[in-house]
């Protein structure tokens, strides 16, 4: 079975400075990756995703990830963040096609920005 | 395009009282549909899934149900809320690999 872990429940940071948000997870196969990003009472936006290919996957917003086979971890980053970054953010994996694509959801970081 | 839809938005339900939330897709067919609840400082947890008309598996014993009475249309209920009910739910269809995620629903349960 799949889990995830994020390592960080609360990650403060000041404008325009870079950020981590660190994920590692749990899989005996080979998992598809996701960061989705979710705005006080809203749902979820998907931020950036691995497949396979590049190990280095950019996304929107100026987000990006790298996925670690060997360490098992997809973190994600950005070079410098807006107030507009303040979110919520989970990492997430996927398991297909054997589990018909459920995904299994890390507990979330809120990142909040401070001018 | 495809949109996904969520009624309502928000919820207060006394303890005890039944509970039913709404999910439909526009704009694709046959998609699987998936509910998740977030509890407070919690991530997501999945409910429920079907792969179509009348399949639903649940990933969770717990006094929800799950129908899903049109290709488009998925349904949460519950015959008697818990306090542990609260949460915000979302609902969410498969296209490939990618979920797509509507608003939610925030439930309170006093």
């Known amino acids: 079975a799949q889990s995830v872990t994020q390592l960080d429940s609360q990650v403060p940071v000041f404008e325009e400075a870079p950020v981590e948000l660190r994920c590692n997870y749990s899989s005996s196969v080979s998992v598809y990756l996701f960061w989705y990003v979710q705005y006080p009472n809203q749902g979820l936006q998907l931020l950036l995703k691995y497949l396979s290919g590049s190990t280095l996957v950019k996304g929107i917003n100026g987000f990006e990830a790298e996925f670690n086979k060997s360490q098992t971890s997809f973190h994600l980053r950005k070079p410098s963040v807006h107030i507009s970054d303040t979110a919520e953010y989970f990492c997430?994996?996927?398991?297909?096609?054997?589990?018909?694509?459920?995904?299994?959801f890390g507990a979330g970081t809120t990142v909040t920005v401070r001018a | 395009s495809q949109t996904i839809h969520q009624w309502p938005a928000t919820l207060v339900q006394p303890v005890g009282s039944p509970l039913s939330l709404e999910c439909t897709v526009e704009g694709t067919s046959n998609p699987n549909l998936y509910w998740y609840r977030q509890a407070a400082g919690r991530g997501l947890q999945l409910l429920f899934y079907s792969v179509g008309i009348g399949q639903i598996s649940s990933e969770v014993p717990q006094n929800l149900s799950a129908s899903r009475p049109q290709d488009r249309q998925f349904i949460l209920s519950s015959k008697k809320l818990l306090l542990s009910d609260s949460g915000f739910y979302l609902c969410a269809w498969r296209r490939k690999h990618e979920q797509f995620f509507g608003p939610g629903t925030r439930l309170t349960v006093l």
């Open positions: 997430a994996v996927s398991e297909p096609p054997s589990n018909d694509y459920k995904l299994s």
